[in-house]
C-alpha cells in the first residue's frame, strides 16, 4: 500500500504525465529520455505503440525508480493491464472505465487512472477504486469543468488529458487537477526528429505547473 501512496505522490508532484505515443520502440524510447531530461518524470507508454510492453520493459531497466516513473496507457482491459504490470508499469492508464481493469490493478496495488467525461462517471470510477480520474478528451469541455466537478466533489482527484498546452496549463493546475496528462503539445518534435524541442517543451510544462501552484 505505502508504494502504492507514493507512486501516486511522485506523479502529483510532477504535475505532468507525458503521453508518449509513436511509431516505433526506438522512437517511444528516445522522447521518454527527452521528457526525462526536461523534469518531466511520469512517463505513459501507450499501448497504440508496436511493441509496448518490451518499451515498458527496457525502460523499468534502465532506469531507477526515483529518475523515472512508468506507466501504460490506452489499456483498455484487463488482459492488457496484466501484461503491462508483468512488463514493469508502475501505473495503468485507461481512456475508458473498466470494472475488471479497475479490480486487477487494485489487487496488485497498482494506481490506476480511467477515463470519464459526466459527473456521473467520476463518481462511478471513484466508487469502484480508481485512484487518478482521467478527464478525456480535456478538450471538449475546457478547465472551467474541472472546476464545476470539483464544486460537488472536491475529493476528486482528476486529470485532464488532450487539450492541454502551454498556454492553459496553468488554468487546468488553478482549476483542481492534481496534474494533466499531455501528448503531442510535448511530444510533437518526435515527427522532426527534434528530441531537444521536447526536453525545452517539458522544462517550460513543469515551470508553469510550479508557478500555477504557487
Same mark, same amino acid.
Given at each position: 500500500?505505502?508504494?502504492?501512496?507514493?507512486?501516486?505522490?511522485?506523479?502529483?508532484?510532477?504535475?505532468?504525465?507525458?503521453?508518449?505515443?509513436?511509431?516505433? !520502440?526506438?522512437?517511444?524510447?528516445?522522447?521518454?529520455?527527452?521528457?526525462?531530461?526536461?523534469?518531466?518524470?511520469?512517463?505513459?507508454?501507450? #499501448?497504440?505503440?508496436?511493441?509496448? !510492453?518490451?518499451?515498458?520493459?527496457?525502460?523499468?531497466?534502465?532506469?531507477?525508480?526515483?529518475?523515472?516513473?512508468?506507466?501504460?496507457?490506452?489499456?483498455?482491459?484487463?488482459?492488457?493491464?496484466?501484461?503491462?504490470?508483468?512488463?514493469?508499469?508502475?501505473?495503468?492508464? !485507461? &481512456?475508458?472505465?473498466?470494472?475488471?481493469?479497475?479490480?486487477?490493478?487494485?489487487?496488485?496495488?497498482? &494506481?490506476?487512472?480511467?477515463?470519464?467525461?459526466?459527473?456521473?462517471? $467520476?463518481?462511478?470510477?471513484?466508487?469502484?477504486? $480508481?485512484?487518478?480520474?482521467?478527464?478525456?478528451?480535456?478538450? $471538449?469541455?475546457? &478547465?472551467? #469543468?474541472?472546476?464545476?466537478?470539483?464544486?460537488?466533489?472536491?475529493?476528486?482527484?482528476?486529470? &485532464?488529458?488532450?487539450?492541454? !498546452?502551454?498556454?492553459?496549463?496553468?488554468?487546468?493546475?488553478?482549476?483542481?487537477?492534481?496534474?494533466?496528462? $499531455?501528448?503531442?503539445?510535448?511530444?510533437?518534435?518526435?515527427?522532426?526528429?527534434?528530441?531537444?524541442?521536447?526536453?525545452?517543451?517539458?522544462?517550460? #510544462?513543469?515551470?508553469?505547473?510550479?508557478?500555477?501552484?504557487?
Amino acid at each position: 500500500m505505502i508504494a502504492k501512496f507514493n507512486r501516486i505522490q511522485r506523479i502529483t508532484k510532477s504535475g505532468v504525465v507525458a503521453v508518449v505515443r509513436g511509431d516505433t !520502440s526506438e522512437q517511444a524510447l528516445r522522447v521518454a529520455e527527452a521528457c526525462r531530461k526536461g523534469g518531466v518524470n511520469a512517463i505513459e507508454i501507450t #499501448f497504440t505503440i508496436p511493441g509496448a !510492453s518490451k518499451v515498458i520493459e527496457d525502460l523499468t531497466k534502465a532506469y531507477k525508480d526515483d529518475e523515472m516513473i512508468i506507466g501504460a496507457g490506452t489499456v483498455l482491459d484487463p488482459e492488457t493491464a496484466r501484461i503491462a504490470i508483468l512488463a514493469g508499469a508502475q501505473y495503468i492508464v !485507461s &481512456p475508458s472505465f473498466n470494472l475488471e481493469t479497475v479490480k486487477l490493478c487494485n489487487r496488485y496495488q497498482i &494506481p490506476i487512472m480511467t477515463g470519464a467525461m459526466t459527473i456521473d462517471g $467520476v463518481v462511478a470510477a471513484m466508487e469502484a477504486g $480508481v485512484d487518478i480520474v482521467k478527464i478525456f478528451p480535456g478538450e $471538449v469541455f475546457g &478547465p472551467s #469543468f474541472i472546476k464545476a466537478i470539483k464544486g460537488p466533489l472536491p475529493q476528486a482527484n482528476l486529470m &485532464p488529458t488532450g487539450g492541454v !498546452s502551454l498556454e492553459n496549463v496553468d488554468q487546468w493546475i488553478k482549476a483542481g487537477c492534481v496534474a494533466v496528462g $499531455v501528448g503531442s503539445n510535448l511530444t510533437g518534435g518526435a515527427k522532426t526528429g527534434d528530441y531537444q524541442l521536447i526536453t525545452d517543451i517539458a522544462k517550460q #510544462f513543469v515551470e508553469k505547473v510550479k508557478i500555477a501552484r504557487g
